[in-house]
């Protein structure tokens, strides 16, 4: 049985770490019809960012702040003007590809501008370890955990509870008539594209401990989130939390019990499943087709 | 575009696709038949997504299936002539049976759907080692003879992936002027109004899905004829990206965009290998770039040409 | 007279291209993005690094080395094109790839063209296809994993191990070989966890090692992985010892691991904490050029371009067929070639024979506990 609760706790542990990397994904695809595959590379860049900036000798809050400062200008504001902007007319496809062109163009410059290797990332909490009903948590666990909940909650918070986000959430569900309300549409799209650059690099900060910043640490983060937002509910934050944990505890669970060379594909299973039987996610609202 | 310059710009094709490698050495007439490969790969692809309408992120998958059967097949003792088929209509039923469940939700959950098909066929095929010799793969996959003739040769092995390409290209080809073609591109327009048209959009979208697996199919029996080396790394998740790359880059819906859109995935890298560590920085750039710039694709250049001048010549002729 | 001096000029210029372009061509092609990214790249450094400095001491019989770097991208499909590129390029040797697959695809174009090809794969089934023309930088899996299993079952007196891999080329084939030796000295498996490459929560195989009760636990998977593995090891408080092999006690790993990495046990072929002058050297030189500590990898690199200059002066001459030949059998003594950092043998089939050492960690820093001597003497 502790061992049981073992597997369920490390598994809230990293599934909210999942969790956090897809948090932005699923605000960018709501409130612009965004799908970003290089929201991987979004949270690798502000990674490496923090760390030169330590390594430059900032303290690690002042390097925090300043990669904040500088993604939403780059990974917000320019990743919309220059990409998102002149693309989305043209259906969301292009966007795809163009999102795929840039993740495999700033892994690469990470890796030829910076280095290949991974590099240990200093954390926000401390290392001990905590025995709890037999179970063994590390503080950074439940830092982790803490934070994502914050995060997702604050994040539904936002969106529900304030003037700009229930604005951003009209231009989310129907563009044309938010218009016509009266709403800033143009700028609330930005908005959406800042608050994804700020949680990319909240992101960074909580998961690159346990996770190394490394070059490619995008790629398995980007597949891992993006499952997780997709069977949460891919318009709903809280969706992708719980849907993070289940990938986190399936995974854990699957390993142990099952198969683990197939250990990926229980997330995966549940991921088809998810999409066949409910599409908009498990606390998803379900989209309409439009004519 | 007039007639004769499509019959000009055809017949430069045919003698550079049929000249230039006589004049390569051994890498460039391997590269060329790496870009073969997925031409035949993306045109299948191109039916889906291009013609059909379809997102489809998994790719990948039934091309590591056509390079399997094939390997599984040669190793078994079988001819190629017998895997290349049985590749092609295992993807086809592979097509089938994905497409019908998935094919019922709309279309970015059709992607995501596809995307995990692909991570399951790789899981398969890196674990089960009975089958596909795992993580080490299966090495020294023959080439194929035809009526006693030996491929085995580089440039032998060339010109029968070209002709593989050209009938196959001659066969969507025909397929698009036909009924079904109107079918997709009626489809890919407004499924919706096409339905109230009566076109049975489930059947002819799970037509284009199975057709471009099969497609895929017979680019995965290619690609294990050239490399001789089938392992799982190729048909990762990666991969099924990048040939979706290609088809946008090239023009998705235009003909020849998967020739196009297969030269930048599988060619430009090697154009930029003079920019050392930074040739794929160079890459990604570059496709941000021409995707930006030409959302349509490489090959939709003339489609915008034509609609400007459409525009400048309904502005001249609205002027009182 | 003055006819003479456009004509001097003539022939001095003819003199200066025509050493020009006596230069050995060396082809480098590596893993230097992708999955493989981080072993190519300290192979491709050691590579340059060796080319720098002997071209700095005149070359080899005369000639300086030219050396051109190409990246796989991870994928063998690419390493084949690479290595016909190479071999249409005139290539006097080959260094590379490191990943088994990707090696064997190019092995085959590089035998057919008669080039030397250097690598740093560890699969054992490369050196046993007859190819004479391919040669080793490390211990094949064959050689190694027997070490390890010997020094579980004798000096920690274990009888049943725990395993732990990555499910790759890399971490299967290493789990395939040790598995093998481990029952051949007389070990139980008690465990037996695939693990995947990136794999973030090392629970669930922790857990299940620890539920097989084992009396150790080796554990073969990359860098990132091992540093994970380690920490939630410590974190679960495993009481066994933990063996690896070369990876596991990297200097890498050390630093990702912390204070979890304390306590682990390897066998390791090369590392650049051996108790020996040269490798010190050639350490603070690669930091001083590339600005970071170099792994296994980086040692493989540069002693390949040492082994290509033994096999050429051997020869006598600049002749690949030559070359090949004087490189089985042959003795590399660190004395005479100091590049080889420690004496080495290369046998009939391309596989090496060398010393290694088995190393603990002790606070942050390895430590060599046994040198185990070379089978051939010296």
């Given at each position: 049985?502790?061992?049981?609760?073992?597997?369920?706790?490390?598994?809230?542990?990293?599934?909210?770490?999942?969790?956090?990397?897809?948090?932005?994904?699923?605000?960018?695809?709501?409130?612009?019809?965004?799908?970003?595959?290089?929201?991987?590379?979004?949270?690798?860049?502000?990674?490496?960012?923090?760390?030169?900036?330590?390594?430059?000798?900032?303290?690690?809050?002042?390097?925090?702040?300043?990669?904040?400062?500088?993604?939403?200008?780059?990974?917000?504001?320019?990743?919309?003007?220059?990409?998102?902007?002149?693309?989305?007319?043209?259906?969301?496809?292009?966007?795809?590809?163009?999102?795929?062109?840039?993740?495999?163009?700033?892994?690469?410059?990470?890796?030829?501008?910076?280095?290949?290797?991974?590099?240990?990332?200093?954390?926000?909490?401390?290392?001990?370890?905590?025995?709890?009903?037999?179970?063994?948590?590390?503080?950074?666990?439940?830092?982790?955990?803490?934070?994502?909940?914050?995060?997702?909650?604050?994040?539904?918070?936002?969106?529900?509870?304030?003037?700009?986000?229930?604005?951003?959430?009209?231009?989310?569900?129907?563009?044309?008539?938010?218009?016509?309300?009266?709403?800033?549409?143009?700028?609330?799209?930005?908005?959406?594209?800042?608050?994804?650059?700020?949680?990319?690099?909240?992101?960074?900060?909580?998961?690159?401990?346990?996770?190394?910043?490394?070059?490619?640490?995008?790629?398995?983060?980007?597949?891992?989130?993006?499952?997780?937002?997709?069977?949460?509910?891919?318009?709903?934050?809280?969706?992708?939390?719980?849907?993070?944990?289940?990938?986190?505890?399936?995974?854990?669970?699957?390993?142990?019990?099952?198969?683990?060379?197939?250990?990926?594909?229980?997330?995966?299973?549940?991921?088809?499943?998810?999409?066949?039987?409910?599409?908009?996610?498990?606390?998803?609202?379900?989209?309409?087709?439009?004519? | 575009?007039?007639?004769?310059?499509?019959?000009?710009?055809?017949?430069?094709?045919?003698?550079?696709?049929?000249?230039?490698?006589?004049?390569?050495?051994?890498?460039?007439?391997?590269?060329?038949?790496?870009?073969?490969?997925?031409?035949?790969?993306?045109?299948?692809?191109?039916?889906?997504?291009?013609?059909?309408?379809?997102?489809?992120?998994?790719?990948?998958?039934?091309?590591?299936?056509?390079?399997?059967?094939?390997?599984?097949?040669?190793?078994?003792?079988?001819?190629?002539?017998?895997?290349?088929?049985?590749?092609?209509?295992?993807?086809?039923?592979?097509?089938?049976?994905?497409?019908?469940?998935?094919?019922?939700?709309?279309?970015?959950?059709?992607?995501?759907?596809?995307?995990?098909?692909?991570?399951?066929?790789?899981?398969?095929?890196?674990?089960?080692?009975?089958?596909?010799?795992?993580?080490?793969?299966?090495?020294?996959?023959?080439?194929?003879?035809?009526?006693?003739?030996?491929?085995?040769?580089?440039?032998?092995?060339?010109?029968?992936?070209?002709?593989?390409?050209?009938?196959?290209?001659?066969?969507?080809?025909?397929?698009?002027?036909?009924?079904?073609?109107?079918?997709?591109?009626?489809?890919?327009?407004?499924?919706?109004?096409?339905?109230?048209?009566?076109?049975?959009?489930?059947?002819?979208?799970?037509?284009?899905?199975?057709?471009?697996?099969?497609?895929?199919?017979?680019?995965?029996?290619?690609?294990?004829?050239?490399?001789?080396?089938?392992?799982?790394?190729?048909?990762?998740?990666?991969?099924?990206?990048?040939?979706?790359?290609?088809?946008?880059?090239?023009?998705?819906?235009?003909?020849?965009?998967?020739?196009?859109?297969?030269?930048?995935?599988?060619?430009?890298?090697?154009?930029?290998?003079?920019?050392?560590?930074?040739?794929?920085?160079?890459?990604?750039?570059?496709?941000?770039?021409?995707?930006?710039?030409?959302?349509?694709?490489?090959?939709?250049?003339?489609?915008?040409?034509?609609?400007?001048?459409?525009?400048?010549?309904?502005?001249?002729?609205?002027?009182? | 007279?003055?006819?003479?001096?456009?004509?001097?000029?003539?022939?001095?210029?003819?003199?200066?291209?025509?050493?020009?372009?006596?230069?050995?061509?060396?082809?480098?092609?590596?893993?230097?993005?992708?999955?493989?990214?981080?072993?190519?790249?300290n192979?491709?450094n050691g590579?340059d690094l060796a080319v720098k400095e002997?071209?700095a001491?005149?070359?080899?019989?005369?000639?300086?080395?030219?050396?051109?770097?190409?990246?796989?991208?991870?994928?063998?499909?690419?390493?084949?094109?690479?290595?016909?590129?190479?071999?249409?390029?005139?290539?006097?040797?080959?260094?590379?790839?490191?990943?088994?697959?990707?090696?064997?695809?190019?092995?085959?174009?590089?035998?057919?063209?008669?080039?030397?090809?250097?690598?740093?794969?560890?699969?054992?089934?490369?050196?046993?296809?007859?190819?004479?023309?391919?040669?080793?930088?490390?211990?094949?899996?064959?050689?190694?994993?027997?070490?390890?299993?010997?020094?579980?079952?004798?000096?920690?007196?274990?009888?049943?191990?725990?395993?732990?891999?990555?499910?790759?080329?890399?971490?299967?084939?290493?789990?395939?070989?040790?598995?093998?030796?481990?029952?051949?000295?007389?070990?139980?498996?008690?465990?037996?966890?695939?693990?995947?490459?990136?794999?973030?929560?090392?629970?669930?195989?922790?857990?299940?090692?620890?539920?097989?009760?084992?009396?150790?636990?080796?554990?073969?998977?990359?860098?990132?992985?091992?540093?994970?593995?380690?920490?939630?090891?410590?974190?679960?408080?495993?009481?066994?010892?933990?063996?690896?092999?070369?990876?596991?006690?990297?200097q890498?790993?050390?630093?990702?691991?912390?204070?979890?990495?304390?306590?682990?046990?390897?066998?390791?072929?090369?590392?650049v904490?051996?108790?020996?002058?040269a490798v010190h050297e050639f350490r603070a030189r690669f930091e001083k050029a590339y600005k970071y500590v170099p792994?296994?990898?980086g040692i493989?690199?540069y002693?390949?371009?040492?082994?290509?200059?033994?096999?050429?002066?051997?020869?006598?001459?600049?002749?690949?067929?030559?070359?090949?030949?004087?490189?089985?059998?042959?003795?590399?003594?660190?004395?005479?070639?100091?590049?080889?950092?420690?004496?080495?043998?290369?046998?009939?089939?391309?596989?090496?024979?060398?010393?290694?050492?088995?190393?603990?960690?002790?606070?942050?820093?390895?430590?060599?506990?046994?040198?185990?001597?070379?089978?051939?003497?010296?």
């Amino acid at each position: 049985m502790a061992d049981f609760l073992q597997l369920l706790v490390s598994g809230l542990a990293t599934g909210s770490i999942y969790a956090l990397a897809g948090l932005g994904f699923t605000l960018l695809w709501q409130a612009s019809g965004t799908l970003n595959f290089a929201q991987g590379e979004f949270v690798m860049l502000p990674a490496f960012g923090i760390l030169a900036l330590s390594g430059l000798g900032l303290p690690l809050p002042v390097a925090f702040a300043v990669t904040c400062a500088v993604a939403v200008v780059v990974l917000g504001w320019g990743f919309k003007r220059g990409i998102a902007d002149p693309l989305l007319r043209s259906g969301h496809m292009p966007v795809v590809v163009a999102t795929l062109g840039l993740s495999i163009a700033l892994r690469n410059a990470v890796r030829a501008g910076y280095s290949a290797e991974a590099h240990p990332f200093p954390s926000v909490f401390g290392d001990d370890l905590f025995h709890i009903a037999g179970v063994v948590v590390t503080r950074i666990d439940l830092g982790t955990l803490a934070a994502a909940l914050v995060l997702v909650l604050g994040t539904q918070a936002f969106l529900a509870r304030t003037v700009t986000g229930r604005a951003m959430q009209a231009v989310a569900q129907d563009p044309d008539s938010a218009v016509v309300v009266g709403i800033d549409v143009p700028r609330m799209i930005l908005y959406a594209f800042a608050v994804n650059a700020v949680l990319a690099c909240a992101a960074a900060l909580l998961v690159t401990p346990t996770y190394l910043a490394k070059f490619d640490m995008g790629e398995s983060l980007g597949t891992k989130a993006f499952f997780a937002a997709v069977i949460g509910g891919f318009n709903n934050a809280r969706g992708t939390l719980l849907g993070g944990i289940v990938v986190g505890v399936c995974e854990n669970l699957a390993a142990a019990y099952v198969s683990a060379s197939y250990k990926d594909a229980v997330a995966l299973a549940l991921f088809l499943f998810v999409l066949l039987v409910r599409p908009q996610g498990l606390l998803g609202k379900p989209v309409e087709r439009r004519v | 575009m007039t007639r004769r310059s499509h019959w000009l710009i055809g017949g430069a094709a045919a003698v550079v696709l049929l000249g230039a490698p006589g004049l390569l050495r051994g890498y460039g007439v391997y590269l060329l038949g790496y870009w073969l490969v997925f031409v035949v790969a993306t045109m299948g692809l191109n039916l889906t997504v291009g013609y059909a309408g379809q997102v489809s992120l998994g790719h990948a998958a039934f091309l590591g299936v056509g390079a399997y059967s094939v390997a599984i097949a040669m190793k078994a003792g079988c001819s190629f002539w017998l895997g290349l088929p049985v590749a092609a209509a295992l993807c086809f039923v592979l097509g089938l049976g994905l497409g019908f469940p998935a094919l019922r939700v709309q279309s970015i959950y059709l992607a995501f759907a596809t995307l995990g098909f692909n991570v399951a066929m790789w899981l398969v095929m890196r674990n089960e080692e009975w089958l596909t010799g795992g993580t080490s793969g299966i090495n020294d996959v023959g080439r194929p003879a035809v009526l006693g003739w030996s491929l085995s040769g580089s440039l032998a092995y060339y010109y029968f992936e070209l002709a593989v390409a050209a009938v196959l290209g001659a066969l969507l080809w025909r397929l698009l002027r036909s009924p079904w073609g109107k079918a997709f591109t009626a489809l890919r327009d407004n499924p919706i109004r096409a339905e109230s048209l009566g076109i049975d959009v489930q059947a002819y979208t799970l037509l284009a899905f199975a057709i471009g697996a099969a497609y895929a199919g017979v680019a995965g029996a290619l690609f294990a004829g050239l490399v001789q080396f089938v392992e799982p790394t190729p048909f990762s998740l990666g991969a099924s990206f990048l040939m979706y790359l290609m088809v946008v880059v090239g023009g998705a819906g235009s003909f020849f965009g998967p020739a196009v859109g297969a030269a930048v995935g599988v060619l430009l890298p090697e154009w930029l290998r003079f920019a050392q560590g930074w040739y794929l920085v160079a890459f990604g750039a570059c496709v941000v770039l021409l995707v930006r710039w030409l959302p349509g694709g490489l090959l939709g250049i003339p489609d915008r040409v034509r609609a400007r001048r459409a525009r400048a010549a309904a502005a001249t002729r609205g002027r009182p | 007279m003055n006819a003479k001096l456009p004509a001097a000029a003539v022939v001095a210029c003819l003199l200066a291209a025509s050493t020009a372009h006596a230069q050995i061509k060396i082809a480098v092609i590596q893993e230097l993005s992708g999955t493989g990214a981080t072993a190519g790249t300290n192979f491709k450094n050691g590579v340059d690094l060796a080319v720098k400095e002997i071209n700095a001491a005149g070359g080899i019989l005369g000639q300086k080395l030219d050396a051109t770097f190409e990246d796989t991208q991870s994928n063998p499909g690419v390493a084949k094109g690479l290595a016909l590129k190479a071999v249409d390029d005139g290539a006097f040797a080959v260094f590379g790839p490191t990943f088994s697959g990707s090696m064997l695809v190019s092995m085959a174009q590089t035998r057919r063209a008669e080039v030397p090809n250097f690598t740093g794969a560890d699969a054992a089934t490369l050196t046993q296809q007859g190819n004479p023309y391919i040669f080793r930088t490390s211990f094949t899996q064959l050689i190694s994993m027997p070490r390890v299993a010997h020094y579980l079952a004798s000096a920690l007196k274990a009888r049943r191990v725990a395993v732990i891999f990555v499910n790759n080329d890399f971490g299967k084939g290493g789990r395939d070989a040790f598995v093998k030796a481990a029952v051949a000295a007389g070990l139980t498996v008690t465990a037996d966890v695939s693990t995947e490459a990136g794999q973030l929560d090392f629970s669930a195989p922790v857990l299940k090692a620890r539920q097989s009760d084992p009396d150790a636990l080796f554990v073969y998977t990359n860098e990132e992985e091992s540093a994970r593995c380690l920490r939630e090891l410590r974190k679960q408080a495993f009481a066994r010892p933990i063996v690896g092999e070369t990876t596991l006690a990297g200097q890498r790993v050390i630093e990702l691991a912390g204070a979890a990495a304390n306590g682990v046990l390897a066998h390791v072929g090369l590392t650049v904490d051996a108790p020996i002058p040269a490798v010190h050297e050639f350490r603070a030189r690669f930091e001083k050029a590339y600005k970071y500590v170099p792994d296994h990898n980086g040692i493989k690199g540069y002693t390949s371009v040492f082994f290509l200059k033994a096999g050429i002066e051997a020869a006598g001459k600049l002749d690949r067929v030559a070359v090949a030949r004087a490189l089985h059998g042959l003795k590399i003594r660190a004395a005479k070639q100091p590049g080889v950092l420690m004496d080495v043998a290369i046998d009939d089939h391309g596989d090496l024979d060398r010393a290694s050492f088995i190393v603990q960690v002790k606070d942050g820093k390895q430590e060599v506990k046994e040198v185990l001597p070379p089978v051939a003497r010296f």
